[in-house]
């Protein structure tokens, strides 16, 4: 498949992420291993050359070729706007990751010459959960369907295994700055509300990537009063987990009664898979 924009669409139907590479990839030859019966690394020079990776692929992502005539069109719509380690990512000859959207998961990957039989067990990942936010921020791009897209981002972080929780996490950020331009340039009643909200879902980033003790710094810095109603329970399921997390447990216990069941059964999910 050549056509972005199709596979793209294919993505959200079938709940499935894109394996991305450009043409010029392609017809080069972008060399792996795969595991054979017997469990050994077997090296092949070109990745679409193997039918039955072809059809691993298939039965695991949507597969695309891009037109090296798509590269500059593409880029415009991410300069300025992206990491230098995601430019580097989306210029360079290796395989991308990318969601229903076009935006790339696996940014700090191995690199160009890789196992796809991890490959696959790492990034082959079931989208169900993400979809109507997927679908409502293809159809309009706002703040408020960016900012659900990246909740929905965070909220699959926390089910998911460490090896791939930190490119969610970055995914995540993606739509969380774009929400964050649009609240810059339009005009809201309730604008101080959502910005406390996409500064406590900053701050939910940490969470996820293992660090408390700045969860509990950041969100010791925001006074009491100045606690937006509707925010409330996200700061508290902020503090509750990051006391969870520490093992304080006498701490975490003034905070418990303020989260869902739904909350507490989220961080754990992250809490043990930590000491897995």
Same mark, same amino acid.
């Given at each position: ?13 079938q709940n499935k992420l894109l394996v991305v590479a450009w043409e010029g990839s392609y017809f080069d030859g972008i060399p792996m291993y795969i595991n054979n019966d017997k469990g050994e690394e077997v090296f092949v ?9 072809? =059809? ?11 037109? @090296?005539? @798509?590269?500059?069109?593409?880029? @415009?719509?991410?300069?300025? !706007? ?6 580097? !990512? ?5 395989? $991308? ?12 990957? @191995?690199?160009?010459?890789?196992? &796809? ?15 109507? $936010? ?8 706002? +703040?408020?369907?960016? +900012? ?14 460490? =090896? &791939?929780?930190?490119? /969610?996490?970055?995914?995540? =950020? ?13 005009? +809201? ?15 939910? !980033? ?6 408390? !003790?700045? &969860?509990?710094?950041?969100l010791n810095r925001i006074k009491e009063d100045q606690v937006e109603p509707v925010n409330s329970s996200l700061r508290s399921f902020l503090y509750f987990s990051s006391y969870k997390m520490l093992q304080d447990h ?19 999910? /992250? ?6």
């Amino acid at each position: 498949m050549t056509d972005l924009e199709v596979a793209e669409r294919l993505a959200l139907v079938q709940n499935k992420l894109l394996v991305v590479a450009w043409e010029g990839s392609y017809f080069d030859g972008i060399p792996m291993y795969i595991n054979n019966d017997k469990g050994e690394e077997v090296f092949v020079k070109n990745l679409f050359d193997v039918p039955v990776v072809d =059809s691993l692929l298939w039965a695991h992502f949507i597969p695309v070729i891009l037109k @090296e005539s @798509e590269h500059s069109r593409l880029y @415009e719509n991410i300069k300025n !706007k992206r990491s230098t380690a995601y430019l580097e !990512k989306f210029h360079d000859d290796s395989v $991308k990751v990318m969601d229903a959207n076009g935006n790339i998961l696996n940014v700090n990957d @191995e690199g160009y010459l890789f196992n &796809v039989s991890r490959f696959i067990d790492k990034y082959s990942m079931n989208m169900t959960m993400l979809n109507e $936010k997927l679908t409502n921020y293809k159809r309009k791009k706002d +703040f408020y369907s960016a +900012f659900f897209l990246s909740a929905s981002y965070m909220d699959f972080a926390f089910y998911s295994r460490g =090896s &791939v929780r930190p490119e /969610l996490v970055d995914l995540a =950020s993606i739509y969380l700055d774009e929400a964050s331009e649009f609240l810059d340039q339009e005009n +809201f009643e309730n604008k101080e509300v959502l910005m406390q909200r996409v500064n406590l879902m900053e701050i939910q !980033k940490d969470l996820l990537l293992e660090r408390p !003790k700045k &969860v509990l710094r950041k969100l010791n810095r925001i006074k009491e009063d100045q606690v937006e109603p509707v925010n409330s329970s996200l700061r508290s399921f902020l503090y509750f987990s990051s006391y969870k997390m520490l093992q304080d447990h006498e701490s975490a216990a003034e905070w418990q009664s303020k989260v869902t069941s739904i909350d507490i059964k989220k961080v754990m999910q /992250l809490i043990n898979s930590l000491q897995e």
